[in-house]
């Protein structure tokens, strides 16, 4: 079992900077492809970043390239995810998730990749 527990949500006015953390307990953290994933009202869950196991390989969303930089910390079993430039279109419910294990380099981007899920973090972004 992975227990993850993510933290760092809030309301922000467009154009501000949140980061999000995602703290991993349990089984070794450095073996499993880490991800975001986020959920607005009325709306299917979406990938928004990914992260291979090593670190060394990240994937994201069209909508937040350039804008969203997920990052993880092997040593202190957390990832996180650096938003700027936010959007009121960037409001939703944030979620933390770990798949694998996998390939080193390896990322994923379909929910159904992932195994272990957080509880999530709202983000709000006013205009």
């Known amino acids: 079992q992975v227990q993850l527990v993510e933290s760092g949500g809030g309301l922000v006015q467009a154009g501000g900077s949140l980061r999000l953390s995602c703290a991993a307990s349990?089984?070794?953290?450095?073996?499993?492809?880490m991800g975001w994933f986020r959920q607005a009202p009325g709306k299917e869950r979406e990938f928004v970043a990914a992260?291979?196991?090593?670190?060394?390989?990240?994937r994201s969303a069209d909508s937040v390239k350039g804008r969203f930089t997920i990052s993880r910390d092997n040593a202190e079993n957390t990832v996180y995810l650096q938003m700027n430039s936010l959007k009121p279109e960037d409001t939703a419910v944030y979620y933390c998730a770990a798949g694998g294990p996998y390939p080193a380099t390896m990322t994923k981007s379909v929910a159904y990749a992932y195994n272990y899920w957080g509880q999530g973090t709202q983000v709000t972004v006013s205009s």
């Open positions: 349990g089984r070794t953290f450095s073996n499993y492809v």
């Open positions: 992260i291979s196991s090593s670190g060394g390989n990240t």
